[in-house]
């Protein structure tokens, strides 16, 4: 791995011409070793062209990489495949970060780059810019972690569900992603989980800056994270879960504020996975939906058994007909609260 790279930032671009320039421009800020990828998951429409122009203007930085369409997973692979940053980010083609933020930022990756043992993942803030209604959330983790400064997970303290750390919010070292298993399916949807789980058995250092960096675009029509969008693909997200209960078993870790924190993170995606399975309602979806609870209580007996002293286990273990009214009554509320439209 090149030394001199402090931080590989991946880009992964299908048919984004219309706005990846603003996305790629917002890291190009900072004198500091950085070196951008951008991932041209094979597009149809000028992203290509717009991916080899930064190559040409930015030789030392940007680097073009052309491959055939494998969806979004596919592409951070690619990206990741080719990293030579001691640090490794993620920046979708329609976000961007923010300028000011973002070099400083780079600065603490850089001290911490320099200090005698460099943490596994370093966590900043994102921004979600939700467009529609005209305001910003700011997902913010000063309860939880100690501030600009090195911890263990013993100093982590528990979230509420649904608020923890996703990965537009995560820099891991390049080295521990590299060395982690990722079995990301091609062409699948919210595959963002694996990359932000998968890794954290491995983490045994954290630091936390309270920087308003990465800004999250929520407005596009075609997001993969409206409601429609969520109903058409729920097998890719029922998919993801799967994985994520087949590939970690919390059985196996040892640290229980890890243990603990993984756990409300799989809790965030299983409930609201089922919550979309119950709300869409066919018969196809609630089947799925009953095998996914059946399948965590074979896999993973130790989440179950967690998940099972939380309001939302409870919910989960009602008779199905009370279990999805109260589902559906708090499918608004939490769809207001992360944004889904």
């Known amino acids: 791995m090149n030394k001199h790279k402090l931080l590989s930032v991946v880009i992964p671009c299908y048919n984004a011409a219309a706005y990846m320039e603003h996305a790629v421009r917002s890291v190009?800020?900072?004198?500091?070793?950085?070196?951008?990828?951008?991932?041209?998951?094979?597009?149809?429409?000028?992203?290509?062209?717009?991916?080899?122009?930064?190559?040409?203007?930015?030789p030392e930085i940007c680097k073009a990489i052309h491959k055939n369409n494998g969806g979004h997973g596919d592409a951070i692979l690619a990206g990741l495949s080719v990293a030579e940053g001691f640090y490794f980010d993620v920046l979708d083609s329609d976000d961007w970060m923010d300028a000011e933020s973002f070099s400083v930022f780079l600065k603490t990756l850089e001290t911490l780059r320099q200090s005698a043992v460099p943490p596994?993942?370093?966590?900043?803030?994102?921004?979600?810019?939700?467009?529609?209604?005209?305001?910003?959330?700011?997902?913010?983790?000063?309860?939880?972690?100690?501030?600009?400064?090195?911890?263990?997970?013993?100093?982590?303290?528990?979230f509420p569900l649904g608020n923890v750390v996703l990965l537009h919010s995560m820099?891991?070292?390049?080295?521990?992603?590299?060395?982690?298993?990722?079995?990301?399916?091609?062409?699948?949807?919210?595959?963002?989980?694996?990359?932000?789980?998968?890794?954290?058995?491995?983490?045994?250092?954290?630091?936390?800056?309270?920087?308003?960096?990465?800004?999250?675009?929520?407005?596009?029509p075609d997001q993969s994270v409206t409601e429609s969008a969520m109903f058409r693909q729920i097998s890719h997200v029922d998919q993801v879960c799967h994985i994520m209960l087949e590939q970690i078993s919390l059985d196996d870790i040892e640290n229980e504020q890890q243990r603990m924190y993984m756990g409300t993170y799989l809790e965030m995606v299983i409930a609201s996975t089922y919550a979309f399975m119950v709300k869409s309602g066919t018969p196809e979806h609630l089947n799925m939906a009953e095998h996914l609870i059946s399948d965590i209580k074979k896999?993973?007996?130790?989440?179950?058994?967690?998940?099972?002293?939380?309001?939302?286990?409870?919910?989960?273990?009602?008779?199905?007909?009370?279990?999805?009214?109260?589902?559906?009554?708090?499918f608004r509320f939490w769809q207001t609260m992360y944004g889904f439209s």
């Open 28 to 58: 190009l800020c900072s004198s500091i070793s950085i070196e951008v990828l951008i991932v041209d998951d094979g597009s149809q429409d000028g992203t290509a062209d717009i991916a080899d122009r930064f190559q040409r203007d930015y």
């Open 120 to 158: 596994d993942l370093v966590i900043r803030n994102t921004v979600f810019e939700k467009t529609a209604r005209h305001h910003q959330h700011i997902s913010s983790f000063c309860r939880q972690f100690p501030v600009n400064t090195v911890f263990d997970w013993n100093a982590v303290r528990p």
């Open 299 to 330: 896999t993973n007996p130790c989440f179950w058994n967690m998940l099972s002293r939380r309001p939302s286990g409870f919910v989960l273990s009602l008779p199905r007909r009370l279990g999805y009214a109260i589902i559906s009554f708090l």
């Open 171 to 220: 820099v891991y070292r390049t080295a521990l992603l590299k060395q982690t298993f990722l079995p990301v399916p091609k062409h699948t949807f919210y595959v963002d989980h694996l990359f932000a789980y998968l890794p954290l058995p491995a983490v045994r250092h954290l630091y936390y800056t309270n920087l308003n960096v990465y800004h999250y675009y929520l407005g596009r």
